[in-house]
């Protein structure tokens, strides 16, 4: 897997919200975006997913461009090998945990119950798969949103402020749950947030600004 953004720019009107962006993400990578409130971390985020459009520049994705895609085989691409977790859960409360866990494997028409149940495992939630979401805590909400995240086997997991509506210590650990399942399956993590110590755990930490990704070194 490899995702490659080059000279990325996305403005609103005259307004830009970044300008010439690079950015390359090995195959099992964990890269960490900070920035400022307001500098487009996720809209950076939403066009690595073919999510938001862009003014120029390119978004490639296991040698496939992003931008020369059709809406249908974007939402295909995104089926296949993308996977995410946002600040808010997006759980669907009618369904059980199982069966918000097993979503991405039914859009690609798949079903495997023992997958859904080892992610679970996985995440700490073994058991409670019959549950609703509306029994669960905060935080292991935000592991059921992970096990979702990683179900399908992405190669691509993006995650946007996923501790934001957590305490210090729920959020440190859905933090690790997310980054050691992202590497026990070998996909590359592109992670926003504004947590020093999550960024810390990453394998590199660029912070946005308007006129582009910076380096940081906050080992």
């Known amino acids: 897997m490899s995702l ?5 720019s996305k403005h609103y009107g005259t307004l830009a919200v970044f300008d010439k962006v690079d950015l390359s993400v090995a195959d099992g ?10 500098v487009g971390k996720s809209t950076l985020l939403n066009c690595m997913a073919g999510l938001d459009h862009w003014d120029s520049g390119s978004v490639v994705l296991d040698g496939l461009d992003l931008g020369t895609m059709s809406r249908d085989r974007l939402a295909r691409l995104r089926r296949e090998k993308i996977g995410f977790v946002f600040q808010a859960f997006h759980v669907l409360p009618h369904l ?9 494997l039914l859009l690609l028409g798949q079903h495997d119950d023992a997958r859904v149940q080892a992610m679970l495992a996985a995440v700490g939630l073994a058991g409670l798969g019959e549950r ?12 059921v949103a992970i096990a979702r995240a990683l ?3 992405p190669t691509l997991l993006l995650a ?3 501790t934001g509506n957590l305490d210090p210590t729920t ?15 070998h996909a590359a993590l592109v992670l926003v947030t504004h947590s020093q110590a999550a960024a810390t755990r990453a394998d590199r930490v660029l ?3 308007t006129d582009g990704l910076y380096n940081l070194d906050l080992k």
């Open 4 to 8: 490659v953004v080059t000279q990325l």
């Open 29 to 38: 990578e964990f890269v960490a975006i900070v920035g400022e409130s307001g």
């Open 96 to 104: 059980d945990v199982a069966q918000n866990v097993a979503l991405p």
């Open 132 to 143: 609703l979401p509306q029994q669960l805590s905060g935080g292991q909400l935000q592991r």
């Open 151 to 153: 179900v399908h086997r």
């Open 160 to 162: 946007d402020e996923p």
């Open 171 to 185: 959020a440190t650990k859905v933090i690790h749950a997310l980054i050691v399942q992202a590497r026990e399956q």
């Open 207 to 209: 912070r946005l600004a």
